[in-house]
């Protein structure tokens, strides 16, 4: 039976765990009985014991509050750390070989404690990444061509 929802409060993006009582018109018959794009009326409950309705979406449905905390660990986005730009150029790896700077990227991850079995997936959104970034280089490149000859 569900008892309960992960929501995002529009207002200030704010994840919650509520229960399913404190959503106004709402009766879900299965956890996939929401409309994950649709805003609904959610009570929220100030630590002095205020409360009041707020628009706020529906995440995911559950039986109990872990339930949907334990669901919510599985998923998480890769976060990774921000790399420093030198924009004069001290630090350049253009004659650095592909396998090192895959190793480094790896070390990197590593060190920001990503599960090992989540690497083959952050390489390959690092991968489409870079080549994403290539081609945005070479139309700027080519427009700039093209302006300059005209």
Known sequence: MITHAKVRYDDDRKLAVVDIRDIENFHPENAKDFKSKFFYSVKWTD??????????????LGES??????????????RFERMAYSPDGEDEDDDV????????????LQ????????????????N???????????????????????
């Open 47 to 60: 630590p002095d014991g205020t409360s009041s309705f707020y628009r706020a979406r529906i995440l995911a």
């Open 65 to 78: 509050e872990e339930d949907l905390e334990a669901e919510g660990r599985g998923r998480q986005r890769l």
């Open 97 to 108: 070989e592909p396998e090192v700077l895959v190793y480094v990227v790896l070390r990197r």
């Open 111 to 126: 060190r920001q404690g990503i599960p090992e079995t989540l690497m083959p997936a952050a390489l390959k959104q690092l």
């Open 128 to 150: 489409h990444f870079v080549v994403e970034k290539l081609a945005d280089l070479e139309r700027l490149a080519k427009r700039e061509k093209d302006t300059g000859n005209s």
